[in-house]
């Protein structure tokens, strides 16, 4: 009994071990690009999602706008003898049985215009889910870029954490050695808590932006296991103002519903012209007439047109009301043309005024931070500068840095911004 125990007691040790296997591979999630955070928003954002409905319920309606009108159908009875005539009471001996059938026919194509006007209005909510669609993935792509640029942040407080225990590491071999004061050390080492603050503000910073991007896509998942991936950098604009603007015209979806309401408004007048014409109603009947003059006419038929007297037109107001709607909707799209033109040349605008400031920094002024700074120390393990001034030239690479990054991000930002007023995606 003994020699079996400690194969009884390896089962749930190899069960464990097993058990944490299946839950790194269930749990582990691989950081998401752009292109799958959009298709995993698209499919799950309920806002997204009750849009679409609207765009189902509109549809719906062009069913309902094509329908003709029902036919109908009326059968009567006449002539059953109420009270004997001269002591003979045969109540159903004259009596006449009669059924008849009638429609209304829609003359000025009423039905063709209602289904018309159904068509358009589903097109106009497809645009304005279109135009849901662009504004809200230019909220995903903020937080998307707010992501990048705390992560990106916290890597720039981790190597100064890392560069400046390095140098910390060679004044303490210089205390030792006698080069440097006990006061200097101890000045170096109180200048670290700065850079310990950086990164936890950076981690904390890290850890919002992740949680309000797991908002935008109503997912659960602990914000440990969630994480996403993307190039934190800029690239330069090839494009002229007058490309974005034709790009604009043609995509945004808040321009084309304001033209396909414009378009229903005159498809709109058109009906209310049309509900001002007359429909006839044609009837036709089937008698059976028990005749007692002519002893062969017992079944007869008939028909009958009935044409509305058009003495009154009692769809003016309709008409005068569709015929403003039609001009309201001309200023309304012209409005919405300048907004057009206004959004992309201010996010042109910008877009260009962080490329100005980015293109010295890349070129010239981060590489003249690292070299200022690494030079200050050399000189200073050397004794040929003080400690104010490495401590100045660390502060101004810090700065310089984080400037450079904090434009990185504003250009990100500016380029979301322009994907936005040009309608889709133009800069990646």
């Not at 125990?5 to 790194?24: D, Y």
């Amino acid at each position: 009994m003994l020699l079996n125990q400690p194969r009884r007691s390896a089962w749930p040790g190899a069960w464990v071990v097993l058990a944490g296997c299946l839950t790194n591979t269930l749990f582990a999630q691989q950081p998401l690009t752009w292109q799958q955070l959009r298709a995993r928003f698209e499919a799950s954002n309920p806002n997204l999602r009750a849009g679409q409905l609207s765009i189902d319920e509109a549809r719906s309606l062009e069913i309902t706008a094509f329908l003709r009108p029902n036919p109908d159908l009326t059968v009567s009875t006449d002539g059953t003898q109420l009270l004997p005539y001269k002591g003979v009471y045969r109540p159903l001996a004259g009596t006449q049985y009669g059924s008849s059938v009638s429609y209304l026919h829609e003359r000025e194509r009423k039905r063709e215009l209602r289904l018309e006007s159904a068509v358009k209005g589903t097109a106009i909510a497809r645009s304005e889910q279109e135009d849901m669609v662009r504004n809200l993935l230019f909220t995903l792509r903020g937080a998307f870029n707010q992501v990048l640029r705390a992560r990106a942040v916290l890597a720039l407080a981790q190597e100064n954490l890392s560069y400046y225990d390095n140098f910390l590491k060679v004044s303490r071999d210089r205390l030792n050695a006698g080069d440097i004061s006990r006061v200097d050390l101890d000045r170096l080492e109180l200048q670290r808590i700065q850079y310990e603050s950086d990164i936890q503000t950076s981690l904390v910073n890290l850890r919002t932006a992740k949680i309000q991007l797991q908002q935008l896509l109503a997912d659960r998942v602990p914000v440990d296991q969630f994480d996403v991936t993307g190039p934190f950098d800029f690239e330069e604009n090839a494009r002229a103002l007058e490309e974005f603007r034709n790009i604009a015209l043609e995509a945004r979806p808040d321009l084309k519903a304001a033209l396909q309401t414009l378009e229903k408004a005159r498809t709109d007048h058109a009906l209310a012209v049309a509900n001002g014409s007359t429909d006839p109603t044609f009837s036709g009947w089937v008698t059976h007439n028990p005749s007692f003059n002519n002893p062969f006419d017992n079944n007869t038929i008939g028909a009958s047109v009935t044409i509305p007297l058009r003495i009154f037109d009692k769809n003016q107001g309709e008409k005068e009301r569709t015929a403003i709607d039609i001009r309201r909707n001309q200023r309304l799209q012209e409005a919405a043309a300048a907004q057009v033109f206004s959004d992309v040349d201010t996010a042109y605008a910008t877009l260009n005024g962080n490329l100005e400031l980015l293109r010295p920094y890349k070129t010239r002024y981060l590489e003249q931070a690292a070299r200022v700074r690494d030079t200050i120390a050399f000189a200073y393990q050397r004794g040929g500068a003080s400690l104010l001034d490495f401590l100045n030239a660390e502060n101004d690479y810090r700065s310089i840095r984080l400037n450079y990054l904090n434009l990185v991000g504003a250009y990100m930002t500016a380029a979301s911004q322009l994907n936005l007023a040009v309608g889709r995606e133009v800069i990646q």
